[in-house]
């Protein structure tokens, strides 16, 4: 009869010698190696982390910018699909390796379109976060959101694109079946 000691012993021998637990013990190492080096890559290369998952629900016109909430984005792609999905009408651009928001609208007249960037100019004063202005061949108005801070895209660059879409600019706009 095997005294408790001599039966843990026992196992832990029958157990040492089956190639499970070698390759238990093996793929625990790799294991570890691999989230070591998962953590190591996303220390030296995500130039900028995700600060936490954007909160669901939240009408993101109702936010408002701020500096201590910058969320910065990788570019995981996920985060950017959650947020664009959100600000019909604008799309994701990347210039020389900035990526942006841009839309582009027509406008009835050159002073149509600079009251147009007059709203969005006060939209974004109010904001503390300002976007890029464009007025060309006289009624074009195109607008380009980033964060110059991050040099890329953060949640702040979405809540001015929702507060934008959410004036009434209509009777600004030249009517066309996509008014690009
Ligand atoms: C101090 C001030 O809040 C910052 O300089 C703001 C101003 N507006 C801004 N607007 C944009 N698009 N990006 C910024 O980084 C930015 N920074």
Redesign the pocket.
Known sequence: MLSGKQYGASISHSLLQHPCYIDTTVAEIFRWLWTFALHLHVYLFASIRVADKPQDHEELSSNTSR?NRIRAFCTGQELLIYFIIQVPGWNLVNEDGTQKLHRSWKVKTFVRGMEFLRLVADVAEAE????DLHLVGWNNVKID?????VGGLTEN?FILAAKINGLNLHHLLRITPTNK
Not at 145 to 149: K, L, P, R, S, V
């Open positions: 500096l503390g976060h300002h976007p959101i980033w964060t110059h801070a660059d």
